[in-house]
């Protein structure tokens, strides 16, 4: 079941990026293709939001909370359960980036982080990073977009709120012993997507 998961959705997101490539290659005055980083971005989240808030709704909460047939855990191997949301994004974004590695004009890179990671790992790093969670977390329903320079090179980079679209969300942070923070409600901005998508020179 893992493996089928992330396929699904690492097919979902290297569709989005050949539609958004084809149809603009389609519109291009001189057959030249050309999208902006931010319609890129946006494009590309509106999928992976999608897939990750059904897997959430309808896989996680519905087998885990209202069927309870079966747990969800960060140890899904060892207890035989299903993997979390934010795991399953995780493997989704390594598996993308290991099969974008061959292809150099699909580049871009994506993650989950938080102000309140559970996993340490999760906390931002760049300033744009922390600037933009902390934007959406004080914005709601917005979008965060800047550019960074990162090892000599410009990025355009894009955060957007990761909300709490289930009780499993909530109960699972809020429960976790690692959690800094504890009283998330259905509908809080628990997190942020980071999109960084490299500019030229």
């Avoid at 309808?58 to 191997?77: C, G, M, P, Q, Y």
Wanted: proline residues 5%; neutral net charge; glycine residues 6%.
């Amino acid at each position: 079941m893992k493996k089928a998961s992330i396929s699904i959705l690492a097919l979902s997101v290297a569709a989005a990026a050949a539609g958004l490539s084809v149809a603009t290659a389609e519109m291009s005055a001189g057959n030249t293709p050309s999208i902006t980083p931010k319609a890129m971005a946006d494009a590309l989240h509106l999928v992976m939001d999608s897939d990750r808030t059904v897997y959430t709704q309808k896989i996680v909460n519905r087998l885990v909370k209202k069927d309870k047939v079966i747990t969800a855990s960060e140890h899904f191997e060892d207890e035989q359960a299903l993997v979390l949301p934010a795991q399953m994004f995780r493997f989704g974004s390594e598996l993308v980036a290991q099969r974008a590695a061959d292809k150099p004009d699909v580049n871009f890179t994506y993650s989950l982080q938080s102000l309140w990671p559970v996993n340490r790992q999760n906390a931002p790093k760049t300033e744009v990073e922390k600037t933009g969670l902390q934007f959406i977390a004080d914005n709601k329903g917005e979008n965060y977009y800047a550019e960074e320079e990162l090892g000599g090179k410009r990025y355009f980079t894009a955060v957007y709120p990761d909300i709490g679209v289930a009780p499993v969300c909530v109960s699972c942070h809020n429960d976790h012993k690692d959690s800094p923070r504890r009283d998330f409600k259905i509908g809080d901005v628990m997190g942020g997507v980071v999109i960084r998508i490299p500019l030229g020179s």
